[in-house]
């Protein structure tokens, strides 16, 4: 069976995509680590559409501080 080749997501490097690579899909443990980093920091977001007609909807959150 041929090994299967993917782009590390964080490096663009070649990752193997396979139980040897215990970091997959990443290529390494620190580009793994980098990642998470990331998302521990509020790196990543994903993006939300405020709806109006939402009960919970508050146009001005720091009107509440």
């Known amino acids: 069976m041929a090994i ?4 590390c997501p964080q490096c663009g490097k070649d990752a193997v995509w396979a139980p040897e690579n215990p970091w997959r899909p990443f290529c390494s443990e620190r580009c793994k680590q980098i990642d998470l980093g990331c998302w521990a920091s509020d790196s990543y977001r994903i ?3 405020e709806d109006a007609n939402d009960p919970g ?3 001005d959150p720091a009107s509440h501080a």
């Open 4 to 7: 299967r080749k993917v782009r």
């Open 47 to 49: 993006p939300v559409k």
């Open 57 to 59: 909807f508050d146009p």
